[in-house]
């Protein structure tokens, strides 16, 4: 369908009784899709009107696990210095060397590969930073940056019971981490202003940097969300630069004021602000209510010109992307590993980064650091307590316009770049979605009281798209059913935008007889897009849904040809003409089921109701509808027929009858026609003349 058409769209008219009948039965005017926008706050990607430019992200895909090291401890900010070797330094912990001392903070330098790293720790506890605030308070690494050989190191005060951090101050090693030194009179950031602190990854050395700064960007309050809100919880990223030969030089600092940059610190202006909660309750004990914005990295992917900020929450990976080191920000992934209790195969992290070092020639291919620690809610031998990397593939978005032709191909296979999205994967792993079997199951129980719930796919590229089969997974009272009905929503420019027309077959019941491992077809108006999903509200007491396969497809066919679809987006039937038209709900004037379209006038000219659909050259096709003409509708003004582009390929005309009356067309697509468009209306006689439509059918 071309999209331009889709502008000129013909409004659901409500209520329509009054033009057709002098009846007053107008129940019609209850807006049928009202759940859609309560929703809508509910999707992962919250940052309104991002658009999805060329060279974004088009899809992220991170493993549910990582692989371990052998070393001990957490955080792990890193740097890659000129002589090729990687810095990280741990919190609570031994570092590489796991036959040493504990140290609440240490240095490490790391070798090898990912899944081949070794490592040796070079500095810790009181050689590596101060405790500004007394007693209650441990020294934390929150970011590392190597300017060519030489080392910075930013660590913060951290309350021992995570939940305050006022005060942090820069290291600085010239000997590759042996030795740092600082200004031990005073931090350099206090009052829990901009006191969790990473700097942009610019890879070896900085060699990728724009200009001769290092920036760093700062948290205020507390370096997640403060669980028990003894501070604020950080809502907001804030960015400032040094000249990279000043780092420690806090007079050299400028800090980002929105338009520019200021020496004041009260001067800056957040250059990301995210005030999403996740988790707002759960079935559980565990941490809830969580801001987004967190302790983590940024790093410049060079052969995407994108900056990647890596945040997270308790449950959760927060990914955003931006041009330019100051944004715009654009939230582009939140891969949701579960409440707790995690496994040993699916879990998420804190503090994540993505080291430039094992960002991989193809630009796309990278590793994340996350940690898991024991002292958290994860559950009993899930703890990540080491330098611990896992493969993550981000995808850059391609804007060449959809070129699939309508077929029987399943287009979420994998072979199309297809990847699978979710709220969240109770086992950690989508590739049930797409295996082609109908059978097993995948839930997205993950311990929250949640509403949106959603199995769908992103790809780089747009694709046409009209059908998905949703075939559900295993079914019990305390979930794995959709309350009320799936529908479609399909992204544009970056945002789930909810599709019009759809129907379902067979009708969803909203409730665990919906059954398990039963397929679902909704059909609707072709969309070209590059993210389509199944969303709805979940069910059960504990308020999940599974899901066995998901098929995507472009097929031949007709969208709501019986005007029974819901959704409150475009319609599938579009309008050409003077009269008047709509579709009557619930009036009594179907053909079958409780609608049907109509179109009235006292006018001249012709005016139809139409709809594109998908063909395959050389393919014969019949259409059908069921027409009924009123009184005024003089013999043969009435017609039904196919049209490629304005060129009648088949129709067939009528009058006046007395009730519905099938109409058939066959026609033959000719050569390169890939879409043909049925229509059904009158030449207006300039009398009072109306035609009730329904059920339409293309095979
Ligand atoms: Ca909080
Ligand atoms: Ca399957
Ligand atoms: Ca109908």
Request: hydrophobic content about 35%.
């Amino acid at each position: 369908m071309k999209r331009g058409a889709l502008l000129a769209v013909l409004p659901l008219v409500f209520g329509t009784a009054t033009l057709l009948t002098q009846s007053t039965a107008s129940t019609g005017h209850t807006k049928p899709y009202g759940t859609a926008a309560s929703i809508e706050h509910t999707k992962p990607y919250g940052m309104a009107g991002s658009g999805s430019g060329s060279g974004s992200v088009g899809t992220a895909q991170v493993e549910s696990k990582g692989a371990p090291s052998k070393s001990d401890g957490d955080l792990w900010p890193s740097c890659w210095a000129d002589n090729d070797k990687l810095y990280a330094a741990n919190g609570d912990g031994k570092g590489f060397s796991t036959d040493g001392d504990f140290a609440d903070i240490a240095v490490s330098e790391i070798n090898g590969t990912p899944g081949n790293l070794s490592g040796a720790t070079i500095s810790k506890g009181d050689q590596v930073g101060s405790v500004w605030s007394g007693a209650g308070y441990n020294r934390k690494p929150t970011g590392m940056v190597c300017v060519g050989d030489t080392l910075y190191l930013a660590v913060q005060d951290l309350a021992l019971d995570f939940n305050d951090v006022p005060a942090a101050t820069i290291l600085k090693s010239t000997d590759h981490g042996k030795t740092w030194t600082w200004d031990k009179a005073k931090p350099m950031f206090s009052d829990h202003v901009f006191t969790t602190i990473w700097f942009a990854d610019f890879g070896k050395g900085g060699a990728l940097a724009p200009d001769g700064y290092v920036y760093a960007y700062g948290l205020d309050g507390n370096w997640r969300d403060s669980f028990d809100d003894t501070v604020a919880d950080p809502q907001s990223v804030f960015l400032a630069r040094v000249p990279k030969n000043k780092v420690q030089d806090r007079g050299a600092w400028k800090f980002y004021t929105g338009t520019g940059w200021s020496s004041k610190i009260a001067d800056r202006k957040p250059v990301l602000t995210d005030t999403r909660r996740l988790y707002a309750q759960t079935y559980g004990t565990n941490a809830s209510n969580l801001s987004v914005i967190s302790q983590g990295g940024v790093t410049y992917l060079a052969k995407q010109k994108r900056y990647v900020y890596t945040s997270w929450t308790e449950y959760t990976f927060e990914f955003y992307e931006s041009p330019t080191p100051w944004g715009p920000w654009k939230h582009f992934m939140s891969k949701d590993f579960g409440g707790y209790p995690w496994s040993t195969s699916k879990y998420g992290g804190y503090g994540v980064t993505i080291p430039s070092k094992f960002v991989q020639p193809d630009g796309n291919t990278m590793y994340i650091q996350a940690n898991v620690c024991p002292c958290g809610g994860g559950g009993i031998g899930t703890s990540v307590y080491n330098f611990n990397l896992r493969k993550l593939v981000l995808t850059p978005s391609v804007e060449t316009p959809a070129s699939n032709l309508p077929g029987s191909d399943n287009l979420a296979v994998p072979t199309t770049g297809a990847v699978a999205i979710s709220k969240s994967t109770n086992s950690g792993s989508l590739a049930l979605m797409n295996d082609s079997a109908k059978m097993g199951t995948e839930s997205d129980f993950d311990d929250e009281v949640k509403g949106a719930t959603w199995w769908g796919y992103e790809w780089p590229a747009p694709h046409k798209v009209n059908t998905v089969e949703f075939t559900s997974g295993a079914v019990s009272a305390e979930g794995g059913y959709f309350t009320g009905r799936p529908r479609v929503q399909v992204k544009q420019n970056g945002a789930w935008v909810e599709v019009g027309s759809q129907t379902v077959s067979p009708a969803y019941p909203g409730d665990a007889s919906a059954g398990a491992n039963a397929t679902y077809t909704i059909t609707f108006p072709v969309q070209e897009t590059d993210g389509v999903r199944v969303i709805g509200l979940s069910g059960g007491t504990r308020s999940y849904t599974t899901v066995s396969e998901l098929v995507v497809r472009y097929v031949s066919q007709l969208a709501d040809g019986g005007f029974e679809g819901t959704g409150g987006g475009k319609p599938a039937w579009l309008f050409e003409g003077t009269a008047a038209n709509g579709v009557d709900r619930g009036l009594g004037f179907a053909h079958s089921g409780a609608n049907n379209g109509w179109i009235r006038c006292t006018c001249t000219g012709f005016s139809d109701l139409y709809q594109t659909v998908p063909v395959t050259p050389g393919t014969t096709y019949t259409f059908g509808s069921w027409i009924n003409a009123s009184a005024n509708l003089p013999t043969d003004q009435g017609r039904f027929g196919v049209r490629a582009g304005t060129t009648d390929l088949a129709s067939t005309t009528f009058g006046s009858g007395t009730g519905y009356v099938h109409h058939e067309v066959t026609v033959k697509v000719p050569a390169d026609v890939h879409e043909l468009t049925v229509y059904a209306g009158f030449n207006g006689p300039n009398l009072d003349t109306w035609l009730q439509v329904d059920d339409f059918t293309v095979s």
